[in-house]
């Protein structure tokens, strides 16, 4: 055993992940239909007018405005339909005094009408013949040729993340695929002579590895691509094997052999390996026999082994390190204000992240222990309780930070 001689508090932690964390600078092309959550890495500019055409904002009648002066409900105005226009199609008369067309909203404003007066303000006379019962100034109901996006227009900057609204207007230009920063490839693997992958027999003294899909889903879910490893087995030279078989990655998550016990060879691993030491060991629970160090230029992590641990520290820590990575902005989690319904007990020095579960407004403790999974599963989120506060008693008003 080689008891850690120093945590860092989780804050210090905090600022050395944000510093190690390097956006990714890798590009791709991907297609419009799968740029969803990408993030663009360059600015795209239009080559075309949106809309491409002057067009009808309303459904009713393409007119020249000089026409409808005067007009009323009690003094309506005669005009001759000469046309109809709907979308898709091309007008093929000419507005000229006295005639109108009749319009679809989205459909090309024939020559010469130069307003639309919608069909509200209009009845029909006869089959070739509509009443104006209203006056209608010039430009109204029409969507001016480029009025959304002219030539030139930036529909993306490098850097945007391309939510929904940013790849309509990709699709509006008519772009069919754009370049964006590759996503972060994230190598998760579990270590542990006990850990065996689920669907396999469980033999005596074995479990189920559970930090490889607790781990793969937060990464996924932040913009990271996963490769998934074989639980390795605990000795140096499975664990360089396993190493080397992550070339590809940009970011190294181990977990298990984290702490400082004999058989946690993470640290060994990394020395051997000539890697520089960020942070080992933090002031928080749970979470604390935590690694963070860089092994041949990439970020290493040694995640804690407990299943509740490593997925509380990865919620904690490696979220905002994946969005960095991925150039994703700041995660902000939801908080609610509830009150706690039992006290609770809190180990001096130590930054806790206590899971709570919600019934309505009172927050109950959920936390079992550091092993046990379902401190998390059936908790909604958790409260914070920083290293000099000792107690929060029942009836207090609690921050809940929800998973
Ligand atoms: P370690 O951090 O390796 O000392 O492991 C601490 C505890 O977590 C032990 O009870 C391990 O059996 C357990 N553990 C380690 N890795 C995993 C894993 N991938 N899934 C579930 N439990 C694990
Ligand atoms: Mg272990």
Redesign the pocket.
């Known amino acids: 055993m080689r008891p850690f001689a120093s945590t860092i508090p989780i804050e210090d932690a905090r600022a050395l992940l944000q510093a190690g964390a390097h956006p990714i600078a890798r590009r791709e092309m991907v297609r419009l239909d799968e740029a969803a959550g990408r993030v663009a890495a360059a600015d795209l500019a239009s080559t075309i007018f949106v809309p491409p055409f002057a067009r009808s904002a309303m459904d009713g009648y393409a007119v020249m405005a000089e026409d409808t002066r005067g007009a009323s409900r009690e003094r309506p105005v005669h005009l001759h339909i000469v046309d109809k226009v709907y979308t898709g199609s091309v007008p093929t008369k000419t507005i000229a005094r006295g005639t109108c067309a009749q319009i679809a909203t989205g459909a090309p404003l024939p020559d010469g009408a130069n307003t639309v007066v919608m069909v509200e303000d209009t009845a029909i006379v006869d089959h070739d013949h509509v009443a104006i019962r209203a006056e209608v100034a010039a430009a109204h109901n029409i969507g001016r040729k480029g009025a959304d996006i002219t030539p030139g227009t930036l529909v993306v900057r490098r850097g945007d993340l391309l939510n929904p609204s940013r790849l309509g207007a990709v699709a509006a230009i008519g772009c069919s695929e754009l370049e964006v920063f590759a996503k972060p490839r994230v190598a998760i693997l579990?270590?542990?002579n006990?850990?065996i992958t689920p669907g396999t027999p469980l033999a005596p003294g074995q479990?189920?590895?559970?930090?490889?899909y607790t781990l793969s889903a937060v990464a996924t879910a932040h913009g990271c691509v996963v490769e998934m490893h074989a639980?390795a087995r605990?000795t140096l030279h499975d664990l360089h094997a396993a190493l080397d078989a992550c070339a590809s990655a940009d970011i190294l998550i181990f977990?298990?052999?984290?702490?400082v016990?004999d058989?946690?060879l993470l640290i060994d691993l990394v020395a051997a390996r000539g890697g520089q030491v960020i942070f080992h060991g933090v002031a928080i629970k749970p979470g604390k026999?935590t690694l963070f160090a860089l092994v041949d230029g990439r970020p290493f992590f040694g995640m804690?082994?407990?299943?509740t641990?490593?997925l509380s520290n990865a919620y904690i820590m490696l979220v905002p390190f994946f969005r960095a990575s991925a150039r994703l902005p700041i995660y902000a989690p939801r908080t609610v204000s509830a009150t706690l319904g039992r006290r609770i007990v809190s180990q001096a020095g130590r930054h806790q992240f206590y899971t709570v579960r919600l019934h309505g407004e009172v927050a109950l403790p959920a936390f079992k222990g550091?092993?046990d999974?379902t401190s998390l599963s059936q908790a909604d989120g958790y409260i914070e309780i920083p290293s000099d506060q000792h107690i929060v008693e029942e009836g207090a008003t609690v921050d809940v930070t929800l998973f």
């Open positions: 579990s270590t542990g006990e850990v479990i189920f590895d559970v930090n490889r639980p605990d977990s298990g052999g984290s702490s016990g058989r946690d026999p804690p082994g407990n299943p641990s490593c550091s092993g999974i």
